[in-house]
């Protein structure tokens, strides 16, 4: 990898989450129709549970729009989601059948106490949370416009390498979790678009330098690096 992804790559770190996670309740008070629109967007497209992987890489690429031009690109979300809507598809359903195969087993082991059901049920949500925060920045780099097999590679590095700032983003994400459903309502009309502020605020710089994001404010040329990739 080049010295500017290593640079990038190292400062998304654990102050960056922290940052981040603050500017997610900015985002809530400047853009409250946005954050309605996509989330309400992102449950109806979610409400067959297989296609959270799409709408999920959709939210991001609206929140990533807004980051870079003020409102929402209907048509740039449309072609992120045409382009990388497949594997979203896989990755989503591979995330949403091991975390129901391992829900099932930590049932079993409440139900009869079988060590073997315990043991599985454990290791299944261990591997599904490792998969989730894997995942995570893979869809904002796939938001992004950068190639699939490259979004993998980084996300899978900065997990690794940046295991603490990727727990402390997970569990900041449950905090946000926690307070939308403390106001009922709130987990359909914030908490998807929120997250995905979150996300993008935060991991947009692993596949994106600053002054390009800074550039895409106004020119998508931002992302050029990857739009040939894209196209190809």
């Given at each position: 990898m080049s010295d500017t992804e290593t640079e990038v790559d190292t400062d998304v770190g654990i102050e960056a989450v922290?940052?981040?996670?603050?500017?997610?309740?900015?985002?809530?008070?400047?853009?409250?129709?946005?954050?309605?629109?996509?989330?309400?967007?992102?449950?109806?497209?979610?409400?067959?549970?297989?296609?959270?992987?799409?709408?999920?890489?959709?939210?991001?690429?609206a929140v990533a729009s807004l980051r870079e031009q003020g409102s929402v690109d209907v048509g740039a979300v449309r072609e992120t989601v045409r382009d990388h809507g497949l594997n979203a598809f896989l990755l989503g359903g591979v995330v949403v059948l091991l975390a129901g195969i391992s829900v099932l087993y930590v049932a079993q082991f409440v139900r009869t106490e079988a060590t073997v059901a315990g043991v599985l049920g454990v290791a299944g949500l261990y591997v599904t949370v490792h998969l989730v925060l894997v995942l995570v920045p893979t869809f904002v780099g796939l938001a992004a416009g950068v190639p699939f097999a490259e979004a993998i590679r980084t996300s899978y590095r900065w997990t690794i390498s940046h295991s603490v700032a990727a727990l402390s983003m997970l569990l900041l994400t449950g905090v946000l979790l926690a307070l939308s459903l403390l106001l009922t309502v709130a987990f359909v009309l914030v908490f998807p678009a929120v997250a995905a502020w979150f996300h993008t605020t935060l991991l947009e710089p692993l596949f994106v330098p600053e002054g390009?994001?800074?550039s895409?404010?106004?020119?998508?040329?931002?992302?050029?690096?990857?739009?040939g990739s894209r196209g190809g």
């Open positions: 922290h940052g981040a996670f603050s500017a997610s309740f900015r985002f809530i008070a400047e853009n409250a129709l946005t954050v309605v629109g996509v989330s309400l967007a992102w449950t109806l497209a979610s409400l067959p549970l297989v296609t959270v992987g799409p709408a999920t890489l959709g939210a991001y690429a390009e994001l800074v895409g404010a106004e020119d998508r040329s931002g992302s050029a690096g990857y739009a």
